[in-house]
């Protein structure tokens, strides 16, 4: 099984940054994407970000040049850097990760995993 815990949200004016974290844990053999996700009330979850295995890098218009999206591969970790926030950023950050977990007699599943969910709130 595939958990994700993401960490890293808050409040913050108009301007200011914020740092999310989403950790990766389980018996995972590879990952081959990770992405951060946001919904706000009343609207659809939309791709913010994504980085694949290799390090090719998508982000959505409304963020580019704003907000930064990277992994640390030892840890299962990935990471987006939030600079520049708007009060239209505020939302529920997910995080998610697509790979290929071991299972019990050597043989792998692909998993598509989402972290519970980080607040970020954006003031005027």
């Known amino acids: 099984q595939v958990q994700l815990v993401e960490s890293g949200g808050g409040l913050v004016q108009a301007g200011g940054s914020l740092r999310l974290s989403c950790a990766v844990s389980?018996?995972?053999?590879?990952?081959?994407?990770m992405g951060w996700y946001r919904q706000a009330p009343g609207k659809q979850r939309e791709l913010v970000a994504a980085?694949?295995?290799?390090?090719?890098?998508n982000y959505a218009d409304s963020v580019k040049g704003r907000f930064t999206i990277s992994k640390d591969n030892a840890k299962n970790t990935v990471y987006l850097q939030m600079n520049s926030l708007k009060p239209e950023d505020t939302a529920v950050y997910y995080c998610?990760?697509?790979?290929?977990?071991?299972?019990?007699?050597?043989?792998?599943?692909?998993?598509?995993?989402w972290g519970q969910g980080t607040q970020v709130t954006v003031s005027s």
């Open positions: 998610n990760a697509d790979g290929l977990s071991l299972l019990y007699g050597g043989t792998y599943r692909h998993f598509s995993s």
């Open positions: 389980g018996s995972i053999f590879s990952i081959n994407a």
């Open positions: 980085i694949t295995s290799g390090g090719s890098t």
